[in-house]
């Protein structure tokens, strides 16, 4: 009922930038909180940053300072912008977001396809 096309990722060196988006479109009434999340090979999935349709928004620390997410609710998107890159920040991003439906006005969570993001040393 609600799809997701994430883009944005690739291979940088360190230091460089990336600019991740998720597009929601189907059944959406309206979109509560948008967030990026990211596993790295043998490691827990874990939060990178998330928004409430607000603006209200919170960090990992160790991405603090250097990554920014933002939406756009005309759009249903999500950014991440994420500066001076590390290879430690090497990782799939997924998007994820709590989707009131228009079908019975229920909220739902909903998870991108996954984007591979590769930082070089």
């Known amino acids: 009922q609600v799809q997701l096309v994430e883009s944005g990722g690739g291979l940088v060196q360190a230091g460089g930038s990336l600019r991740l988006s998720c597009a929601a479109s189907?059944?959406?009434?309206?979109?509560?909180?948008m967030g990026w999340y990211r596993q790295a090979p043998g490691k827990q999935r874990e939060l990178v940053a998330r928004?409430?349709?607000?603006?209200?928004?919170n960090y990992t620390d160790s991405v603090k300072g250097r990554f920014t997410i933002s939406r756009d609710n005309a759009k249903n998107t999500v950014y991440l912008q994420m500066n001076s890159l590390k290879p430690e920040d090497t990782a799939v991003y997924y998007c994820?977001?709590?989707?009131?439906?228009?079908?019975?006005?229920?909220?739902?969570?909903?998870w991108g396809q996954g984007t591979q993001v590769i930082v070089s040393s």
């Open positions: 994820n977001v709590l989707v009131v439906l228009t079908t019975n006005l229920y909220a739902y969570q909903y």
């Open positions: 189907g059944n959406i009434f309206t979109i509560n909180t």
């Open positions: 928004i409430t349709r607000s603006g209200s928004t």
